[in-house]
């Protein structure tokens, strides 16, 4: 009797089921948790092409005209994914060649910390008064001017797969679009450079 149980396979299937179905059940979650991540990020980015290319227009320039374009794009990202929360920022440029770029103003970094700080000076090339770390300012710009418009999206995971994995349970998405104002009138220019003091 025990040679005969020894011996016999029935069953063995339902074990090795048994062993590997969690980990391929893990392995498919996380498939279309990243499947999810991946449409969010696409769709992110569709929906900013469309608001940037709003923006981008003169009578965009009003800020309830901004705020209306920001409420759009919360609204449509809001009725993909509940409970996510919307932050935008705009940072304008006077070529596209400096969007790209993004390289701090100028300035002696005495203390050998990276930021400018503790009063050392920099030059303030775009005439703002504060220092920038990508060299652009904040907002719209005007005519010609060249604005990259983000917006960051944190939400809930769809599946709590990285809980299993000691990850975090909220996604963050960014989408970012560089585009040309509109030619409606003649493009600003900064003044020479004038040197200041950090916070």
Not at 103 to 111: L, Y
Request: include cysteine; hydrophobic fraction near 40%; charge should be negative.
């Amino acid at each position: 009797m025990m040679r005969r149980l020894i011996r016999d396979e029935g069953g063995a299937t339902i074990v090795e089921f048994g062993l590997t179905a969690p980990v391929f059940m893990l392995m498919l979650i996380g498939v279309f948790d990243v499947g999810h991540d991946l449409y969010m990020r696409s769709t992110l980015q569709g929906i900013m092409q469309k608001a940037a290319r709003d923006s981008t227009l003169e009578s965009a320039l009003d800020a309830n005209a901004t705020s209306a374009i920001d409420t759009k794009v919360r609204t449509q990202v809001l009725a993909l994914v509940n409970g996510a929360t919307v932050s935008f920022t705009r940072r304008f440029y006077r070529t596209f060649a400096d969007a790209a770029a993004a390289q701090p103003e100028n300035w002696t970094d005495t203390d050998g910390d990276g930021r400018c700080d503790n009063g050392e000076p920099y030059e303030d090339e775009n005439a703002n008064l504060v220092w920038d770390a990508d060299g652009g300012n904040a907002g719209l710009g005007g005519a010609k001017d060249k604005v990259v418009y983000t917006a960051t999206v944190s939400y809930p995971a769809l599946l709590p797969v990285w809980r299993f994995v000691g990850g975090t349970n909220t996604k963050t998405v960014t989408a970012t679009t560089v585009l040309a104002n509109q030619p409606y009138g003649d493009q600003g220019s900064y003044a020479a450079p004038v040197v200041r003091n950090c916070p």
